[in-house]
């Protein structure tokens, strides 16, 4: 679906809901930006929003225009730009792809302008008992945690909150990440054959991603 559409109903999807809190023509950091889908329903809802994207390999071509991509291993390589110099950071299914967070959630908190947030999503970790697609439709989506052979381990939010504690970030709220349309829609491929999209509407109904937002502290400000 083009997110211009949620312009207007950005509480529809947790993920546009948070990029649509952005100040006029901020910076938003993409970290782990893949194939570019999510950066791209990102410049459909805010078209003023100047976009930067990491990734170990990445499809920058597939990118936004205007959208400043750096190819980077976000367990060894520091990244380019300034620190306080990002108005909001995503990080979407990728920590469950990683063994060490620690240079991660560095870099998220020196690029952070103060009182700036970081969104964080990943597979909620009771994904590890859910049913893989059946039959022939095994090994076509991922609807339990192991079925995407790269995750490395489920990492709950309670433990992306006390790593952002420790590098001096403040979690301000958790949930289940839902774009409700698609959640609404599982009644309609309720009793119909396995699908992208009717797997696609059973994740957003069943809360099958967590995200947390954390913030880092604004300046003290003197009295």
Known sequence: MNWRYLR???WLDTRARFVASLPLAGNLLDLGSSDGQTLRHFAEL???VHLFAVDR???PDRYPARCQFHRADLE???LPWA???MDAITCMHLVEHLRDLALLFQET???LKPGACVYFETPHPKTVLYSSPPDTAAGTFTLNFYDDVEHQKPVSIGAL???ARQFGLEPVKTGASRNWLFA???LLYFFGQPSARKHTAWAHCRGWSAYLIARKPPRHQPQ
């Open 8 to 10: 207007s109903v950005p």
């Open 46 to 48: 805010r078209p003023d």
């Open 57 to 59: 390999a990445g499809e």
């Open 76 to 78: 060894r390589d520091r």
């Open 83 to 85: 620190a306080a110099s």
């Open 109 to 111: 908190a020196r690029l």
């Open 161 to 163: 909150g006390l790593q």
């Open 184 to 186: 609404l829609a599982y």
